[in-house]
């Protein structure tokens, strides 16, 4: 009778027990699973503060850029990560090398899936693009090796408040040359993947400060032109890296506006340039400094792709251009007694510039001055020689102390050049340092067709002034006067007696 209360109390007793235990087990579940984050994210941090860590990290930049990245010495301070060097070699050729990067990542954030880079920046950074290379195999994604249960723990999404670089390079090479950008202040703006496409990114940054160093070289120059950068606005995606707005300085009030793209997939590149104030001495030869003074505006177009020379096209226009000294305009100054050709101010002068093989064509060539002349044509510059063909109109005035001027030279049709001028085409040859045309020896040829064909009154008189004493002296200009006035008295025994002399003087007779 007395074990039956025995049982009872062992019974309950055990259930007691069972109690005790599903409660501790309750609170120990509930403990993981209030504690579980904070366990995985503890081993996060321990996980990203070991070396494992930055070969996980290069990894997984190769695998999704392809190449070679190395980074080495990743220190920790706290919660901010020091990175002495950066390199990645990608199989495409960019090439990125960065120095003392620092960034802090708020860890907190991990709780909220989210990588969030504080404070990022870094002492110095080169970005070079250069010919493809192949590394061989990607390294294998990363994130595939982790496993399951600890994935869904990790951040998938990044956001990043900004970066700073002190010092920035970026270096274009082709063929014919570098473009760089040296030594300016880089910022970009924030980043947050999230409200981004999977895969794509798209930050806006900016340039202060630094140069801009091109491949072009001026002939009075001794080293490549190089520009002060001001500012510029830049946009990076994982597609393109775009720059607008940039401003640079040059001597004197010289300015230039740029804007470009670079697309990383295919290498190619396109830049507009518009220069504005550019001062002409520091682009012209011996020859040209000292007769032709001013500046010119451009707008210049360059683009590229992958191992391709250089594709160019450049409009340029002269202003406060004035033309003096050049041999063909005093010889019309001579010819013509008007003063103005010693010294042409240049009202209208614009010319494309182009290249053509291995040489340069000047196409659409226009040079006004006002109420004296207009020249229209294209020009080959092959080396130092040059080969031009041209229209040169004149107002009628300047032409009535060349006889046969207007008659026999200047008698061309230019439908489309300006009313009120008379025109003839000009040939242009020889080289840059000692061009020649053929403009003074077809008017020496018009005035002696004059003296022999037509009234030998005025026309002998104006002709030995004009033309034929600056070439052969006072008295030997006085000749054909004494020819077709001789004792004869008749034109044809003149011109029988003259046809020697004319011959020395004329070197080419029109054919009008």
Do not use: C
Not at 177 to 191: C, E, S, V
């Amino acid at each position: 009778m007395r074990r039956r209360p025995s049982q009872r109390r062992s019974s309950s007793s055990s259930l007691r027990w069972l109690w005790w235990l599903a409660g501790l087990l309750a609170l120990v579940a509930g403990s993981l699973v209030f504690l579980g984050p904070s366990l995985v994210i503890g081993y996060i941090q321990r996980f990203v503060r070991s070396d494992d860590f930055r070969i996980k990290a290069q990894q997984m930049i190769e695998s999704r850029l392809g190449g070679h990245t190395s980074i080495a010495n990743l220190d920790w301070h706290d919660d901010t990560a020091a990175i002495n060097d950066l390199s990645i070699d990608t199989d495409s050729g960019w090439q990125l090398d960065a120095s003392g990067v620092q960034a802090a990542l708020d860890f907190g954030a991990i709780r909220k899936g989210i990588w969030h880079v504080q404070s990022a920046s870094a002492d110095e950074l080169r970005l070079k693009k250069a010919a493809p290379k192949s590394f061989g195999m990607r390294s294998p994604d990363v994130e595939s090796s982790i496993p399951g249960w600890l994935q869904r723990y990790i951040p998938h999404s990044t956001e990043i408040d900004g970066f700073d670089a002190q010092r920035f390079f970026f270096e274009q090479l082709s063929s014919s040359g570098a473009w760089q950008i040296a030594d300016t202040q880089l910022h970009f703006g924030a980043y947050d993947s999230a409200a981004a496409d999977p895969g794509h990114f798209s930050v806006p940054g900016t340039f202060t400060g630094g140069t801009l160093l091109t491949p072009i070289t001026p002939t009075q120059q001794k080293s490549p032109l190089k520009f002060d950068l001001t500012r510029a606005t830049l946009r990076l995606s994982d597609q393109q890296f775009q720059i607008s707005d940039a401003a640079f300085k040059w001597k004197e009030q010289s300015e230039l506006t740029l804007r470009g793209t670079v697309k990383f997939s295919t290498g190619q590149w396109q830049t507009f340039i518009h220069a504005s104030a550019m001062p002409l001495r520091e682009f012209l030869n011996d020859f040209w400094q000292p007769r032709l003074t001013g500046h010119f505006s451009s707008d210049l177009e360059l683009s590229a792709t992958r191992d391709s020379p250089i594709a160019w096209k450049a409009d340029i226009s002269l202003k406060d251009s004035v033309l003096t000294a050049l041999p063909v305009l005093d010889q019309l100054a001579t010819y013509t007694r008007a003063e103005r050709f010693k010294r042409v101010v240049l009202d209208i002068a614009t010319a494309t510039i182009r290249p053509q093989g291995s040489a340069t064509r000047f196409e659409k060539v226009v040079v006004q001055s006002n109420g004296l002349l207009r020249i229209e044509g294209d020009l080959t510059l092959q080396g130092e020689s040059i080969s031009g063909d041209f229209m040169l109109g004149v107002t009628p005035e300047t032409l009535k102390w060349i006889p046969g001027a207007d008659s026999r030279v200047f008698v061309e049709a230019n439908p489309k050049g300006p009313p009120g001028l008379l025109w003839t085409r000009l040939k242009i040859g020889g080289t840059v340092a000692a061009p020649q045309e053929d403009l003074s020896s077809r008017l020496l040829g018009a005035a002696g067709m004059s003296l022999l064909m037509e009234s030998p009154g005025t026309i002998v008189n104006t002709a030995s002034d004009t033309l034929l004493k600056p070439v052969l002296g006072e008295d030997a200009a006085k000749l054909p006067g004494k020819i077709i006035n001789g004792t004869t008295g008749t034109l044809e025994q003149g011109v029988k007696t003259g046809t020697d002399l004319i011959n020395k003087v004329i070197p080419l007779f029109p054919g009008k």
